[in-house]
Protein backbone atom coordinates (compact mmCIF):
# COMPACT_ATOMS: atom_id res chain seq x y z
CA UNK A 1 0.00 0.00 0.00
CA UNK A 2 1.02 3.57 -1.09
CA UNK A 3 1.43 5.60 2.19
CA UNK A 4 2.59 9.36 2.42
CA UNK A 5 3.92 10.28 6.51
CA UNK A 6 4.85 13.06 8.28
CA UNK A 7 5.58 14.43 11.75
CA UNK A 8 6.00 17.31 14.61
CA UNK A 9 6.99 18.20 17.74
CA UNK A 10 6.42 20.55 20.81
CA UNK A 11 8.52 20.76 24.40
CA UNK A 12 6.17 21.53 27.44
CA UNK A 13 7.88 22.18 30.08
CA UNK A 14 5.94 19.85 32.37
CA UNK A 15 6.03 16.50 33.40
CA UNK A 16 5.06 13.90 31.43
CA UNK A 17 2.44 12.14 32.99
CA UNK A 18 0.48 15.47 33.51
CA UNK A 19 1.11 16.56 29.52
CA UNK A 20 -0.16 13.27 28.78
CA UNK A 21 -3.46 13.23 30.77
CA UNK A 22 -3.84 16.50 28.95
CA UNK A 23 -3.17 15.81 25.46
CA UNK A 24 -5.60 12.42 25.63
CA UNK A 25 -8.07 13.33 27.39
CA UNK A 26 -11.07 14.03 25.05
CA UNK A 27 -13.04 17.29 26.00
CA UNK A 28 -10.01 18.89 25.51
CA UNK A 29 -9.72 18.04 21.39
CA UNK A 30 -12.23 20.75 20.33
CA UNK A 31 -9.93 23.62 21.90
CA UNK A 32 -6.76 22.11 20.90
CA UNK A 33 -7.07 20.12 17.07
CA UNK A 34 -8.96 23.69 15.59
CA UNK A 35 -9.38 23.86 11.51
CA UNK A 36 -6.97 25.19 9.44
CA UNK A 37 -6.95 26.35 6.20
CA UNK A 38 -8.52 22.99 3.87
CA UNK A 39 -8.03 21.28 7.00
CA UNK A 40 -11.30 20.45 9.60
CA UNK A 41 -11.02 20.46 13.30
CA UNK A 42 -12.77 18.33 15.85
CA UNK A 43 -16.07 18.58 16.48
CA UNK A 44 -16.29 15.76 19.36
CA UNK A 45 -15.19 12.56 20.41
CA UNK A 46 -17.23 9.95 21.38
CA UNK A 47 -15.80 6.69 22.82
CA UNK A 48 -18.11 3.83 21.91
CA UNK A 49 -20.60 1.87 24.55
CA UNK A 50 -18.98 4.28 27.38
CA UNK A 51 -15.35 2.70 26.71
CA UNK A 52 -12.94 4.49 28.38
CA UNK A 53 -9.56 5.09 26.46
CA UNK A 54 -7.49 1.91 26.02
CA UNK A 55 -5.87 -0.67 23.63
CA UNK A 56 -8.63 -1.51 21.94
CA UNK A 57 -11.13 1.17 22.13
CA UNK A 58 -13.04 2.53 19.10
CA UNK A 59 -14.02 5.99 19.15
CA UNK A 60 -15.98 8.25 16.95
CA UNK A 61 -14.21 11.76 15.84
CA UNK A 62 -17.07 14.18 14.47
CA UNK A 63 -14.88 17.29 12.19
CA UNK A 64 -16.01 20.69 11.54
CA UNK A 65 -16.76 19.58 8.05
CA UNK A 66 -19.30 17.47 8.76
CA UNK A 67 -17.02 14.38 8.04
CA UNK A 68 -16.96 11.56 10.93
CA UNK A 69 -14.20 9.05 11.43
CA UNK A 70 -14.57 5.83 13.11
CA UNK A 71 -10.99 5.65 15.49
CA UNK A 72 -9.80 2.19 16.64
CA UNK A 73 -6.98 2.88 19.84
CA UNK A 74 -3.92 0.59 18.13
CA UNK A 75 -1.44 1.63 21.52
CA UNK A 76 -2.53 3.35 25.01
CA UNK A 77 0.78 3.47 27.00
CA UNK A 78 0.74 6.35 29.60
CA UNK A 79 2.43 8.21 29.63
CA UNK A 80 4.57 6.89 26.92
CA UNK A 81 2.46 6.54 23.61
CA UNK A 82 -1.66 6.77 22.54
CA UNK A 83 -1.39 5.68 18.63
CA UNK A 84 -4.67 5.43 16.71
CA UNK A 85 -5.87 4.39 12.78
CA UNK A 86 -9.41 4.85 11.27
CA UNK A 87 -10.28 3.62 7.54
CA UNK A 88 -12.76 5.67 5.55
CA UNK A 89 -14.56 8.65 6.20
CA UNK A 90 -12.13 11.52 4.50
CA UNK A 91 -14.15 14.41 3.18
CA UNK A 92 -14.25 15.22 -0.86
CA UNK A 93 -11.89 15.65 -2.84
CA UNK A 94 -9.38 14.01 0.45
CA UNK A 95 -10.94 10.66 -0.13
CA UNK A 96 -9.74 11.00 -3.67
CA UNK A 97 -5.89 10.81 -2.27
CA UNK A 98 -6.44 9.46 1.37
CA UNK A 99 -8.19 5.90 2.31
CA UNK A 100 -6.93 5.88 6.31
CA UNK A 101 -4.91 7.54 8.33
CA UNK A 102 -2.27 6.50 11.20
CA UNK A 103 -1.75 8.89 14.07
CA UNK A 104 0.98 8.25 17.05
CA UNK A 105 1.62 10.64 19.91
CA UNK A 106 4.85 9.84 21.42
CA UNK A 107 5.54 11.28 25.18
CA UNK A 108 9.65 11.53 25.95
CA UNK A 109 11.43 13.88 29.03
CA UNK A 110 13.26 16.33 28.04
CA UNK A 111 14.51 19.20 28.73
CA UNK A 112 12.67 19.57 32.07
CA UNK A 113 9.90 18.53 30.23
CA UNK A 114 8.18 16.13 28.13
CA UNK A 115 8.70 16.61 24.11
CA UNK A 116 5.20 15.36 21.96
CA UNK A 117 6.13 14.35 18.74
CA UNK A 118 2.93 13.58 17.16
CA UNK A 119 3.47 11.27 13.36
CA UNK A 120 1.20 10.95 11.37
CA UNK A 121 0.91 8.59 8.43
CA UNK A 122 -1.80 8.34 5.68
CA UNK A 123 -2.85 5.06 3.37
CA UNK A 124 -3.58 6.57 -0.20
CA UNK A 125 -5.81 5.36 -2.59
CA UNK A 126 -2.97 4.94 -5.04
CA UNK A 127 0.48 4.72 -5.80
CA UNK A 128 -0.30 7.79 -8.09
CA UNK A 129 -2.14 9.68 -5.26
CA UNK A 130 1.67 10.49 -3.88
CA UNK A 131 2.33 13.43 -6.08
CA UNK A 132 -0.56 15.34 -4.90
CA UNK A 133 -0.45 13.90 -1.68
CA UNK A 134 3.05 15.37 -1.34
CA UNK A 135 1.68 19.42 -1.26
CA UNK A 136 -1.31 18.70 0.82
CA UNK A 137 0.58 17.03 3.77
CA UNK A 138 2.80 19.82 4.11
CA UNK A 139 -0.02 21.66 4.86
CA UNK A 140 -1.30 19.00 7.31
CA UNK A 141 2.13 19.50 8.80
CA UNK A 142 0.81 22.61 10.00
CA UNK A 143 -2.06 21.47 11.12
CA UNK A 144 -0.90 18.94 13.08
CA UNK A 145 1.52 21.69 14.38
CA UNK A 146 -1.09 23.80 15.18
CA UNK A 147 -3.31 21.55 17.69
CA UNK A 148 0.70 20.28 19.51
CA UNK A 149 1.15 24.36 20.09
CA UNK A 150 -2.69 24.18 21.59
CA UNK A 151 -2.11 21.16 23.44
CA UNK A 152 0.79 22.70 25.08
CA UNK A 153 -1.39 26.20 25.69
CA UNK A 154 -4.00 23.81 27.38
CA UNK A 155 -1.70 22.32 29.77
CA UNK A 156 0.16 25.31 30.87
CA UNK A 157 -2.75 27.11 31.35
Excluded: C
Excluded at 66 to 84: A, K, N, W
Amino acid sequence: MASISTSVSVLVPRPREEVFAVATDSTNAPRTIRSRGPFAGIASVELHEGHTLATGAKRTISMTDGSVLEEVILDYDPPHRHRYGWTGGAKFPFSLLVKSGTGNWEFTEAEGGTRIVWSYTFGLTSPIAYPLAVPIVRLFKGWLQQGLDAVRDEVLA
